[in-house]
């Protein structure tokens, strides 16, 4: 969870001032096994209403769920991801350049299921790295 306020001061346009107020935003992505089956992914966020000086912004949120499974010792991985499942994801909102009022309502498009399969090959696990010291003797010049 986040609190932002954010004051702008700018008086080089002809902008109107609309003030500024806290902006709430939170967010929670949560990874649920279902047994040994699959495990499903629940992402949601929340943008609140927000002025930030000159732009008057209605608030925007975002649900996506998923679905993955491991097969193959989990060398494969294959996601299923539904993204902004209310088609909710916006924006929104107003502001005024000297006498002209500019309102905005967009729908952006968000709304999209994904299926994606990965694989990984080798032993990528097993590290077989060893730390070698190299300059042992310049550095011990320095003692």
């Known amino acids: 969870m ?4 954010t004051d702008i001061i700018d008086n080089q ?7 500024s107020r806290p902006n709430v935003y939170f967010y929670s992505n949560n990874r649920i096994p279902i047994k040994k089956w699959f495990n499903t992914e629940l992402s949601f966020y929340y943008l609140g209403d927000n002025d930030e000086g000159l732009y008057k912004r209605k608030s ?6 998923g679905i993955s499974k491991n097969f193959l010792d989990n060398a ?6 539904w993204n902004d499942i209310f088609h909710s994801v916006r924006a929104a909102g107003d ?9 905005f309502a967009r729908k952006w498009n968000t709304n999209f299921i994904r299926f994606s399969m990965a694989y990984s090959f080798g032993k990528l696990t097993k590290n077989k790295f060893q730390n070698k010291a190299i300059g042992i003797q310049e550095n011990d010049r320095a003692r």
């Open 76 to 81: 494969l991985k294959c996601q299923v991801i």
């Open 60 to 65: 925007s949120w975002n649900v996506t769920m």
């Open 95 to 103: 502001y005024s350049i000297g006498e002209t009022d500019i309102y």
């Open 13 to 19: 346009f002809n902008f109107e001032d609309v003030g």
């Open 2 to 5: 986040n609190l932002r306020f």
